[in-house]
């Protein structure tokens, strides 16, 4: 697969809820189609800003399936089917490609804590298991465990369908490396908005975002002068966004961006324990950001 399939810009979709905290389909297809409106190629649902870890596999499939029958053909749609259990990975990444994703992205596994020989396995074992795309998300805050890029350059060459890495690492080094040691079709997306520009400069591909929420567009337009050679412009954009890119993260993802969204008008509801809403400070933060941008 092209590198150029999946698109620059995917939002990792935030997950709609009801009052009493339900999933709402309904509003995760508005969410969907509203999101690629605005700026974005793709979805990758039912990741960590989707809160994939208080979702049950029948609520994840459920989901997967709305986004795929409101933008399916539209955008391309990955679906969040890693965890820290290979065999569960299996079932929900078949599930995946049932209902027609596009792609599947794979945490490194969380808590349990692997070598890399056991990320390698892992990894591996899953991406066997399905005839579609594979990216890899790599994030060591999160994770507990960093995938190094000799491993991710291992399943590259052993394994066709692993094709792209989310790399939220936080390291200018390792993304360096991770570019010298891979196949220039292999994909490299930021985990991290703020790391968008610098990535994009060492030939990685796009961005799986957080911020593409509320200001797809202006990432595109980013992404859009740095690769047509208007690096002055790209920076300036940076600079604009970068106030944004870390007022997301004043407080644990996805409370923030879902305090955004909301802003806007967009009913996406609560967080699911053991998340909690944005204190009213919170959310006059990401205000603050939001109307000095005109994003409201």
């Not at 808590?111 to 990320?119: A, D, I, R, T, V």
């Not at 990216?135 to 190094?148: C, D, E, K, Q």
């Not at 998340?275 to 959310?283: D, G, K």
Request: glycine share 8%; net charge negative; charged share 20%.
């Amino acid at each position: 697969m092209a590198v150029r399939d999946f698109g620059r810009v995917l939002p990792a979709m935030v997950t709609p809820f009801n009052p009493d905290l339900s999933v709402n389909y309904n509003q995760a297809k508005k969410l969907a189609r509203y999101l690629v409106e605005n700026g974005s190629d793709g979805l990758v649902v039912s990741g960590t800003t989707g809160e994939s870890p208080t979702l049950t596999k029948e609520e994840k499939v459920e989901l997967f399936k709305a986004v795929v029958e409101e933008v399916g053909g539209k955008a391309t749609v990955i679906a969040g089917t890693g965890s820290y259990d290979t065999a569960s990975s299996i079932t929900l990444t078949k599930e995946a490609e049932k209902v027609g994703c596009d792609g599947v992205m794979l945490v490194a596994p969380y808590y349990n804590k692997p070598s890399q020989e056991g990320l390698y396995r892992h990894f591996r074992t899953i991406a066997e298991s399905t005839s579609l795309p594979v990216i890899l998300y790599n994030i060591p805050g999160r994770t507990g465990i960093n995938v190094l890029p000799s491993t991710v350059a291992r399943l590259a060459e052993d394994v066709p369908n692993i094709v792209a890495i989310k790399e939220a690492a936080g390291s200018i080094d390792q993304a360096s490396e991770l570019r010298s040691v891979l196949p220039e079709d292999f994909a490299i997306y930021s985990g991290d908005d703020s790391m968008t520009l610098p990535m994009l400069a060492l030939g990685c591909q796009g961005i799986i975002s957080v911020a593409a929420h509320v200001a797809g567009k202006e990432i595109q337009e980013m992404i859009d002068a740095f690769t047509s050679g208007n690096t002055t412009l790209a920076a300036n954009l940076h600079k604009k966004l970068y106030p944004l890119f870390k007022g997301l993260f004043i407080t644990s993802n996805p409370v923030p961006v879902k305090a955004a969204l909301i802003l806007k008008g967009l009913a996406v509801g609560g967080v699911r324990l053991p998340l909690v809403e944005a204190t009213a400070n919170e959310i006059e933060s990401v205000k603050k950001v939001m109307n000095n941008l005109e994003l409201l």
